[in-house]
């Protein structure tokens, strides 16, 4: 939370205001500005049917393996900041690295997102990829833990 505010500070920009159905977020530099009201729900009518969710459009994956099930001589890669983890380039790409991907040091392992600016996240080390410990679009803090390899 703090990087993101450091980069909304050194933006320029005079506001922002993000409303998702289970999150809000306004900043502002302005400090005499007025906070917007809180959206009022509208139930929907009853005529009115409500549609499910589409299916997946990506495979279903198993959860990331625990952190305490990994060897003693893994080495963590962990996310440089917060953000939002993605495997892959771009949405239906192939994903950098799968388990079992050998990597060099310095080979591209994912993307780290936050407000648009991508940061690509590399290996520390070569070897090869025994675990990646978080799920594709999840949100992420830094420091977190992404992968988990094992040295050849």
């Given at each position: 939370m703090?990087?993101?505010?450091?980069?909304?500070?050194?933006?320029?920009?005079?506001?922002?205001?993000?409303?998702?159905?289970?999150?809000?977020?306004?900043?502002?530099?302005?400090?005499?500005?007025?906070?917007?009201?809180?959206?009022?729900?509208v139930a929907a009518p009853a005529s009115v049917p409500i549609a499910q969710p589409a299916a997946p459009s990506r495979p279903i994956v198993a959860p990331p393996a625990p952190i305490s099930s990994?060897?003693?001589?893994?080495?963590?890669i962990k996310a440089p900041n917060l953000g939002t983890f993605y495997r892959a380039p771009k949405p239906g790409a192939a994903n950098?690295?799968?388990?079992?991907?050998?990597?060099?040091?310095?080979?591209?392992l994912c993307l780290i997102e936050v407000m648009k600016l991508f940061t690509a996240v590399r290996a520390g080390a070569s070897g090869t990829v025994h675990a990646v410990l978080v799920e594709d679009g999840a949100m992420v803090e830094g420091g977190q833990p992404l992968f988990a390899l094992v040295r050849d």
């Amino acid at each position: 939370m703090k990087q993101l505010l450091d980069e909304f500070s050194r933006s320029g920009i005079r506001e922002l205001h993000i409303r998702k159905p289970d999150f809000e977020l306004y900043l502002s530099t302005d400090a005499s500005a007025a906070r917007p009201q809180a959206a009022t729900p509208v139930a929907a009518p009853a005529s009115v049917p409500i549609a499910q969710p589409a299916a997946p459009s990506r495979p279903i994956v198993a959860p990331p393996a625990p952190i305490s099930s990994l060897p003693d001589d893994a080495v963590i890669i962990k996310a440089p900041n917060l953000g939002t983890f993605y495997r892959a380039p771009k949405p239906g790409a192939a994903n950098y690295v799968e388990v079992g991907s050998t990597v060099q040091a310095g080979d591209e392992l994912c993307l780290i997102e936050v407000m648009k600016l991508f940061t690509a996240v590399r290996a520390g080390a070569s070897g090869t990829v025994h675990a990646v410990l978080v799920e594709d679009g999840a949100m992420v803090e830094g420091g977190q833990p992404l992968f988990a390899l094992v040295r050849d």
